[in-house]
């Protein structure tokens, strides 16, 4: 029996994180043989930010992974809320990485590709040096060293523009439906990589069964702005009647600062024998599951 234990499974990734460790014949052998038994916990039943709830949760489920879902993602939000923001992001983080470092468990932590700049203008590699903007990719930073010093067996993945999951996701308003005559406005001043999260999982479950540690980047092939993306999704889509504006960050009273390019290498996950599909074969795939859906 491998026994998984899913942290922040109420949230949007933790909650298709789940159903896909839940699925029917998972495996991840070789790394991890037997049947796969998942424990899904939400903050009501682990706050990561309180080192008993974790060691009270280690004791409890016993788990030979530690998926990390849990954390405080809306980057704006953390510019007011900073030390929230550290609490959950780094503090968690380490909570979790100790238990695991006790238990001898494998920690999954999931990153972002705002931990750099910008300033390098080509694909980022895992050796690239970090320099975070914002107050957000800061703390997820420091989570990953926490995780890199505390956690002897763990498993860091960056990514970048997830979609597809519930909730928050920057191409929501599209998946909740839109008007034909309907005008709408998205960001052209960032170059990143709009990724479906189910491509985004599959990668890290193929690291985990293959025994994979350290870092690694996981994004969908190529590069795109998120007004590039939405016009790909509406036209997948067969919404012609839909009008996409451009906007930039700075005319529409962000508050943190973000990177212009953040596209990330994946040459290293390759190299493992798993390759990502180009991004705008994805956003095809999800929107022919939204048109789907609606029939």
């Not at 980057?75 to 959950?88: F, I, M, T």
């Amino acid at each position: 029996m491998v026994r998984i234990l899913v942290t922040g499974a109420r949230g949007g990734l933790g909650r298709v994180l789940v159903e896909r460790l839940r699925a029917t014949g998972l495996s991840l052998a070789p790394a991890f043989a037997g049947p796969v038994e998942v424990t899904a916990l939400g903050r009501e039943e682990l706050d990561i930010a309180r080192r008993e709830h974790v060691e009270r949760a280690f004791a409890a489920h016993k788990p030979d992974i530690l998926m990390n879902a849990a954390g405080l993602t809306q980057v704006d939000l953390c510019e007011s809320y900073q030390w929230e923001a550290y609490l959950v992001n780094r503090d968690g983080a380490e909570h979790l990485g100790r238990s695991c470092a006790k238990s001898g468990a494998l920690l999954v932590y999931f990153s972002t590709d705002l931990v750099f700049d910008g300033s390098k203008r080509a694909p980022y590699t895992e050796e690239d040096p970090p320099n975070p903007l914002s107050v957000y990719a800061d703390t997820k930073l420091a989570g990953e060293l926490i995780v890199m010093k505390s956690a002897a067996k763990h498993l860091i993945l960056r990514t970048g523009w997830l979609y597809g999951q519930p909730g928050r996701h920057f191409l929501k308003t599209v998946q909740e439906g839109l008007r034909d005559d309907e005008i709408l406005f998205t960001y052209d001043d960032q170059v990143a990589q709009p990724t479906y999260v189910h491509d985004f999982l599959g990668a890290a479950l193929h690291l985990v069964a293959q025994g994979h540690a350290g870092t690694y980047h996981a994004g969908n092939a190529g590069e795109a702005t998120q007004f590039q993306a939405v016009k790909k999704l509406i036209e997948a889509m067969g919404r012609r009647g839909v009008e996409v504006r451009a906007i930039q960050h700075q005319l529409d009273g962000r508050q943190a600062m973000r990177p212009r390019y953040s596209v990330l290498a994946s040459a290293k996950l390759e190299q493992t024998g798993h390759k990502m599909r180009p991004w705008d074969a994805a956003m095809k795939e999800f929107g022919a599951s939204l048109v789907n859906v609606r029939v």
